[in-house]
């Protein structure tokens, strides 16, 4: 675990429905795939190796017929990535679901942040 | 990763200060030594080894002005370990803190984990 010199409190949030499971692994993907348009670029800023990123990719596609990401090849870019209106309404919930468990939960982490000291 | 029937909203909040962490394992078996009074007890709860349970109440007692778990050796029993005042205190905010951010991110979950059933 790294040192952290500040107070921080961190928050994971995961979802799970029947045997499908998101996190925050998979939504930061999603969100730099967004920020992007490439699956390698997504990776490379998450310091995840491409085989990686595509096996996330694979699990937010899962439901064939509403896929998260749409890959396409080829071209002189090596192919692109872009985020599906679905992708983004799950990633935008995600993200307002991480905004209120922080908030809520903030005023107690600092406290026991100051606590711990 | 278990296959779960129902949908679940998982939060995992962790408190970093300095290069202190605490998360939900240490605060589980923080109350988990509160309800049995014995941490080999609190360990098997968790099915967690003697030794791993042991490191943990090193580190929540590592300020030693100010320790979460006493352990007092010897007797029939072999010993009993009690949470001070000060680690109740500690467990107390964290699992308000659970509670706060769960209740504020729970509506955004269950919607989330309607739309990827």
Redesign the interface.
């Known amino acids: 675990?790294p040192?952290?010199?500040?107070?921080?409190?961190?928050?994971?949030?995961?979802?799970?429905?029947?045997?499908?499971?998101?996190g925050p692994g998979k939504m930061e993907l999603l969100s730099h795939i967004d920020e992007t348009g490439s699956l390698s670029a997504a990776a490379k800023q998450m310091g995840m190796s491409y085989m990686r990123a595509w096996t996330l990719v694979k699990e937010l596609n899962r439901?064939r017929s509403r896929p998260m990401v749409e890959m396409s090849r080829g071209g002189a870019s090596g192919g692109t990535a872009k985020v599906t209106r679905f992708g983004r309404?799950?990633l935008t919930?995600?993200q307002?679901?991480?905004r209120?468990?922080?908030?809520?939960?903030g005023p107690?982490?600092r406290?026991?942040?100051?606590?711990?000291?």
């Open positions: 675990m040192k952290r010199k500040t107070l921080t409190v961190r928050m994971r949030i995961r979802i799970y429905a029947g045997d499908r499971m998101l439901d309404k799950i919930l995600y307002k679901m991480e209120a468990g922080n908030k809520a939960a107690y982490g406290r026991l942040a100051r606590l711990l000291k």
